[in-house]
């Protein structure tokens, strides 16, 4: 079984009083850490399921001491698929403020729902993580970096998700099935979307447009549905781990554009299922963008996993001056520039390295690409 990386930062959490709440898309992982990391929980243990509705109704409106009754003598509560428990974020601060020496370990496939209720009333008394597919550092520890290495193409089709991973030569029938069964789930369950397909054709646009800028109004034209709702399901589909957000970089050049957005999907293998596309790269047209989402992606997960909080951004001009990727923290610059064939020709624009001063700048290749995305 791969060791993840999260795994150390939450057992450094494990002894204070704070809740750990940890967020990830369905698949991932969370169960299958929480199973690895039992040892490691002081007991008893006690188990409670979002998805169980009993536990559910069980909890609609509990006080202190009827928590105290269904904790009894535990140490350690874990609540997975948190997000579904009505008022969840009130029940974990009564637990915290109220019941001593219980340590609470939250887990929710989609952060809406937990993120708009635990915010206020956890304030303080939580660590929150995010665990994501599996990562080139991760297997690069449990495979050896050689091995990983030459199944680089391999990943950039099918991804990392555990189960795609752990069942070579099944890939695509379960793809298919992840995206399908447990994709739209959270999305279509809380907001009770009436119309998936609408949902289902913003996501194939957004995956035929990854790696480009992307336009609300554009999107709204393709898809069928006015600009605020292809806002909001961008917006839930981000709050559920299937995609993610760059915005534009633009601070002193005039002719920087200023609203831009990139989207991105959190997992290679979850794009091409969407487009029904599992072709190797020769055979492909699009292979820059995967190894642009790849890169990203996989920098999003080192950067998490070893605690670095970098602002990101992608940086555009409208004479078409553009770089891929920059990182921003402590009043510092890094810009990177991403390229899969590594006989093109690239550069960081002059004018941005005069005007911002960059502490690195540096164009990605499959010849450099593990020092991108391995933390060393």
Partial sequence: MV???LQKNIEKR?????AIILFGPRQVG?????????NRFEKPIANWNGDQSD?????????????????????????DEAQRIENIGIIIKLITDQIKNVKVIATGSSSFDLANKINEPLTGRKWEYQLFPLSFEEMSNQNGFLEERRLLEHRMVFGYYPEIVNNPGDEIERLKNL???????DVLQWENIQKPEKLEKLLTALALQ????????????????DNLTVEKYIRLLEQSFIIFRLDGFNRNLRNEIKKGKKIYFYDNGIRNAILNNFNPLNLRDDVGKLWENFLISERIKTNSYHLKNFKTYFWRTHAQQEIDFLEEADGKISAYEFKWNERKKAKIPKNFSETYNPEIEKIITKDNF????INR
């Fill in 179 to 185: 995206s399908e069964s447990y994709l739209y789930k």
């Fill in 14 to 18: 494990l002894k204070d009083e704070k």
């Fill in 370 to 373: 593990h020092e991108f995305v």
């Fill in 210 to 225: 990854m790696g480009n800028e992307v336009s609300y109004n554009e999107l709204s034209q393709l898809v069928g549905i």
């Fill in 55 to 79: 536990i559910r109704n069980i909890l609609e409106n509990p006080t202190s001491d009827f928590l105290k009754t269904l904790i009894g003598n535990s140490k350690t509560l874990i609540i």
């Fill in 30 to 38: 969370k169960s299958t850490l929480m199973e690895l990391m039992e």
């Fill in 3 to 5: 060791e993840r990386l």
